[in-house]
């Protein structure tokens, strides 16, 4: 054996450079794993964030679309009943047969194709009055005869659906009593014959698969319409209410609705990562445009939540009038604030009709609950008490007649209304009120609320008694909706207080209103409306 070489001695200077030299061979070894370590563990965080979030927001992407089909299908039957009631209501209120082919002379040829009108004499219906083309339900047939008999028991929107080899249509029936008379309105609009819908690229839907069929099955005998061949689809089922049916829409996406790139750039990220651990910067780049596009998402989806809004209080103010008269001798103004919290319509209204004999009838009204059932019944409400005005009673006969075209257990709603008759000659009003806050007289520096007797809501009960009180010189009458005084905990008489004290004693009616409504609207989310109704008398 040899002998072990003789130790070497080391001076304390050289132990630094000894050291450097193992930390030079070991710390390139040590790094490369923790770099590969980090840059895996923040590859797979990031690809998983990634794919979550995307999944989540293409979740949500198709959800808002869909609801905003859904909603836009849900204005059509609204739209309907309106046009259909406003003839009825016409021709049942003054027996003027004639007053039907002008009503509905806009709607046709669109959107509707032809239209007739009904008289329902001991509950056998009678064509009385016809407009526009030939269309598909024969009025003696026995699927017409129970179509009107359904709409005249219901005084709902009814609605069928007609299809033949080489045609297909929706029929609508809509049934109007005044005094005694009944009227029901007919009409049909054109669907596709093929059920195909062929969609522009510009559409909001062209990134869309969708069917709808005509109630709940979804069966290809029951397909209105569609823009695939590939059914049935398995997506997103959307109900809508659609008059006295259901319309079932079934949607999903043909392509990723953000994009191609958005659904692989997980998959981006994780190659990025795997093969280019050294640039860690660039994938925070990365992960901070991510960040801009889910920002730029969730910006999109508020966008459209304020875009339905607008939709829903477009369709608000269109169910209101448009046009108030304005008789020599009488300011008005009016104001509707939506609330802010939803995007439901409600059911406040307001309105005036001018009579004979320098007379003025207003009414204001709320119907109870939001949607579209809501804003239904405040435009029945609404027109028949126009349609009662015009036939010359007095406002406890027309609070009367009009609480027996709502049931609460029949129809879920009730409403609050006060309606009343100036005459503009004298400044007499006399008014009755069904369940609403009072009115507010605003009058020589003071501002009081009228005490008067109040009835039941509409709906609830019957018995309704009339007022009376005489306006001075430049007084103001107030009306308005409970969304103005009513607050959660709060009394309604202390919101009624209220309001007279914020209310100016000496200020022109615009001025007035703009200063009510700046010192009580609402400060934080609400569901009520508010509308409020200003009259001035000015002899």
């Known amino acids: ?128 009055g016809s407009l526009g083309g030939q269309l598909l339900l024969d009025p003696s047939s026995a699927k017409s005869q129970q179509l009107l008999a359904k709409a005249t028991a219901t005084g709902a929107l009814t609605v069928t659906r007609l299809a033949t080899p080489k045609a297909q249509r929706l029929g609508y029936a809509m049934s109007v009593t005044t005094l005694g008379q009944t009227y029901v309105t007919y009409a049909e609009s054109t669907l596709p014959a093929d059920r195909r819908l062929e969609l522009p690229a510009t559409s909001p839907l062209s990134d869309m698969t969708f069917a709808v069929y005509f109630g709940k099955a979804q069966t290809r005998g029951a397909l209105i319409e569609t823009n695939t061949t590939d059914l049935p689809l398995d997506g997103i089922v959307e109900p809508i209410p659609f008059g006295d049916q259901v319309l079932t829409a079934v949607m999903t996406p043909s392509t990723p609705l953000l994009g191609r790139f958005a659904a692989y750039v997980a998959w981006i990220i994780a190659g990025a990562g795997v093969l280019l651990t050294a ?76 009579l004979a004999d320098d007379r003025l009838f207003f009414t204001i009204g709320d119907v109870s609950g939001r949607g579209l059932s809501a804003a239904t019944m405040m435009s029945r409400l609404r027109h028949s008490i126009t349609a009662y005005a015009v036939e010359g ?35 007499r009003v006399t008014f009755a009120n069904a369940g609403h806050p009072p009115l507010v007289l605003v009058a020589e520096d003071t501002v009081a609320p009228v005490r008067a007797p109040i009835g039941p809501p509409l709906g609830v009960g019957s018995r309704y008694e009339t007022a009376e009180l005489t306006l001075t010189s430049r007084a103001i009458l107030l009306a308005y909706t409970d969304g103005l005084i009513e607050r959660r905990g709060e009394p309604v008489d202390d919101g009624v207080t209220h309001l007279c004290h914020v209310t100016p004693s000496s200020a022109d009616l615009e001025g007035l209103l703009d200063t009510v409504l700046t010192e009580l609207a609402p400060q934080d989310e609400s569901q009520d409306d508010t509308a409020i109704l200003g009259l001035q008398w000015t002899p």
């Open 1 to 128: 054996m040899e002998p072990a070489p003789a130790a070497v001695p080391v001076e304390r200077d050289e132990i630094p450079e000894i050291a450097a030299a193992h930390a030079a061979r070991r710390w390139p070894h040590r790094l490369s794993i923790a770099v590969c370590v980090v840059g895996l563990i923040v590859t797979a965080g990031l690809c998983t964030a990634s794919r979550l979030n995307y999944a989540q927001n293409e979740r949500r992407q198709v959800s808002t679309q869909a609801q905003l089909v859904a909603a836009a299908l849900a204005v059509a039957p609204v739209d309907v009943q309106r046009r259909l009631g406003r003839a009825a209501t016409l021709v049942s209120a003054t027996g003027n047969v004639s007053l039907f082919a002008g009503a509905l002379k806009p709607s046709v040829p669109a959107p509707f194709v032809g239209a007739r009108l009904f008289h329902v004499v001991d509950g056998t219906p009678q064509q009385v």
């Open 279 to 354: 640039v860690m910067a660039a994938l925070t780049e990365r992960l901070q445009r991510r960040r801009a596009v889910a920002e730029q998402l969730a910006a999109v989806s508020g966008e459209l939540y304020r875009t339905q809004r607008g939709v829903a209080e477009t369709l608000q103010t269109a169910l209101l009038p448009q046009h108030l008269p304005r008789p020599p001798g009488l300011a008005v103004a009016t104001r509707y604030l939506a609330g802010t919290e939803g995007i439901e319509i409600g059911g406040d209204w307001y309105d005036l009709v001018n």
């Open 393 to 427: 009673d007095d406002p406890a006969t027309v609070l009367t007649k009009v609480s027996r075209l709502i049931d609460i257990a029949r129809d879920g709603h009730f409403a609050t209304a006060l309606c009343g008759i100036l005459d503009t000659s004298s400044g």
